[in-house]
């Protein structure tokens, strides 16, 4: 089975977590997209109603908007009941790395303003431990040469061996990737992240860095799309 009919499967199953009248945190990624497109049919065939979202990036709500699903701007929800998001890596606590396409400052408003966040993703996102998947953290443009030295050094004080931080280009050239916010991301290769709260912690102090894309204590249900259909587990 393709990863595309995983992330449909497990996408499919998030669709159980959604009742008439939710807000949804609508994530973003190519996971969250189909969940997008699938809560678009839902609408149109009626088999739910009066949904509203709040989309987590520009792409997310293009996406939405073509496929049928009311957006409300994100402080006019005066609750957020569910969010859907996909993620780059996930462990055995449901500790996460996202932001693979750059959308993690808007993603963790949304999620941490949830009810719930639901995370939906093909069995390849799942792992042992953290870190084999380079750590992105969004940083403000200015000065964002000091604040990279900051990220290696509390990178190597949480225990990384020798972090390779990145500026992330856009496609090949030499322009930084700007998000939707405005901010550059550093890619942090780690390999491994032993103590994934400790190194959040010492990203949260330095001043440059406006988000980073370790998800700790935020999800509550994880939907594995498989050959055979989707294994929900819940914490
Ligand atoms: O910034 C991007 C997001 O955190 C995505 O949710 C994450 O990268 C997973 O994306 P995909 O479902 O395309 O693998």
Known sequence: MSAVEDKTRAAEAAL???EDGMTLGLGSGSTADIFVRLLGAALESGSLN??????TSENTARVAREAGVPLIEVDQADK??????????????????KGGGGCLLREKIIAHASDLMVVVVDETKLVESLGAYALPVEVDPFGFTITAKKVYDALTAAGVVRPDVKLRCRGDGNDPFVTDGGHYILDCACKALADPEQVAARLN???????????INLARAVIVGEDDGARVLEL
């Open 16 to 18: 159980e977590f959604i």
């Open 205 to 215: 102090a330095i001043p440059g860095v406006v988000e980073h894309g370790l998800f």
């Open 50 to 55: 009066n949904v509203k979202g709040v989309p």
């Open 80 to 97: 957020i009941d569910v969010t859907v998001d996909g993620a780059d890596e996930v462990d055995g606590r449901f500790r996460l790395i």
